[in-house]
T-cell receptor, first 115, second 113 residues
């Protein structure tokens, strides 16, 4: 019954080695989000896609990029991970703006460690 | 612009006691308001939401919250805490037209036997 699926559950990478996190959804939602959550902090929005339209938050580092090849999948690419990028990365979806933003559906997250 | 302030990063209650988690928001437009719960190493799960209409909203697991526009508050309550309520709770505010949510820093709820 999983609706927003993130893989892998845990990811370990080396300092500076590119890494990709993946998210898929079975809800056919228009909007997909990537949040970064560090320990004991609020989820911080990195960017979101409304259909194919990419919306980057102003303070998201250039090191973070995203791809959405189709409605179901969205990827988070970290080009050169630093120690400060170790965090839980949460993918979420919603039907859209207005009434469509009544609820965010979250995946279980990918815990990224940088060695 | 919108923001959320959760008062108290840690709240501890005894099992069976009242739970009160505080949330104040700021929004330039009529907001949508949410409470989410997060268990360790998991994603966030919606507890309840306010969009329009009745200001007292009921959610899952016996939680409820009241939207008070004059106080810009959306506090979460539960009459009787259960051990399984121990988790991190996040308040969030959304601008319906912007299509994105802003989260508070969270409140860790501990329930003592």
């Amino acid at each position: 019954d999983a609706m927003v699926i993130q893989n892998p559950r845990y990811q370990v990478t080396q300092f500076g080695k590119p890494v990709t996190l993946s998210c898929s959804q079975t809800l056919n939602h228009n909007v997909m989000y990537w949040y970064q959550q560090k320990s004991s902090q609020a989820p911080k929005l990195l960017f979101h896609y409304y259909d194919k339209d990419f919306n980057n938050e102003a303070d998201t580092p250039d090191n973070f990029q995203s791809r959405r090849p189709n409605t179901s999948f969205c990827f988070l690419d970290i080009r050169s991970p630093g120690l400060g990028d170790a965090a839980m990365y949460l993918c979420a979806t919603s039907r859209g703006v207005g009434q469509g933003l009544e609820k965010l559906f979250f995946g279980s997250g990918t815990q990224l460690s940088v060695l | 612009a919108q923001s959320v302030t959760q008062l108290g990063s840690h709240v501890s209650v005894s099992e069976g006691a009242l739970v009160l988690l505080r949330c104040n928001y700021s929004s330039s437009v009529p907001p949508y308001l949410f409470w989410y719960v997060q268990y360790p190493n998991q994603g966030l799960q919606l507890l309840l939401k306010y969009t329009t209409g009745a200001t007292l909203v009921k959610g899952i697991n016996g939680f409820e919250a009241e939207f008070k526009k004059s106080e810009t508050s959306f506090h979460l309550t539960k009459p009787s805490a259960h051990m399984s309520d121990a988790a991190e709770y996040f308040c969030a505010v959304s601008d319906p037209n912007a299509g994105k949510s802003t989260f508070g820093d969270g409140t860790t709820l501990t329930v003592k036997p």
